[in-house]
């Protein structure tokens, strides 16, 4: 799968893109609006645990950002059952270097119309730390709605934030 973004691009993951997942994702700022499950400090052997995890998929639905033939981030879905077999939530993450440049607004709208249209959903959302200003500016940019305020429901670095809930529904 490929995506252009001009000049930037959402592609599959590839071996090679290990050092710069790692060069990119070990960085404080990037992890501290992301679940602990994205490691800090990131490592080589954590990139490449991520991208073979990656390509055993049985469902492709996490993809690299690029820029020329350099991994800078990562976009990607987590897929429900039961009762919420239609929905998806929507996770990413940029370097740090490239922040503010529209980069990601381009990636969430862009991606969010692959998925509607390539996977059978009829809702994606996301959850963002009262921290990540920026990343609700993203989700609005690329037509998202604020759903709600969830109090005090994440500890993150010893912190108790609240998250805002963000959605995106099929028309």
């Known amino acids: 799968m490929e995506i ?18 790692s060069f990119h994702a070990n960085n404080p700022s990037v992890s501290a609006n992301l679940r602990n499950r994205f490691p800090y400090p990131y490592t ?15 469902t492709q639905k996490d993809f690299a950002i690029a820029c ?11 897929f429900f ?19 503010g440049k529209g980069i990601m607004t381009k990636a969430v709208t862009a991606f969010t119309k692959y998925a509607f249209d390539t996977y059978k959903i009829i809702r994606i959302f996301a959850n963002v730390f009262e921290s990540n200003p920026a990343s609700c500016r993203v989700l609005e940019k690329a037509g998202y709605t604020l ?25």
């Open 147 to 171: 759903e709600g305020r969830l109090k005090k429901s994440v500890s993150k670095n010893g912190k108790i934030l609240d998250q805002f809930l963000y959605a995106k529904v099929v028309a």
């Open 68 to 78: 020329f033939s350099e991994a800078i981030g990562g976009i990607g879905l987590e």
């Open 81 to 99: 059952d039961d009762v919420y077999f239609q929905s998806a939530a929507i996770g990413y993450w940029l370097s740090e270097k490239y922040w």
């Open 4 to 21: 252009d973004l001009d000049g930037y691009k959402i592609r599959n993951y590839e071996n090679k893109d290990i050092s710069s997942i």
């Open 44 to 58: 080589k052997e954590d990139a490449q645990f991520w991208i073979d995890h990656v390509l055993s998929q049985n």
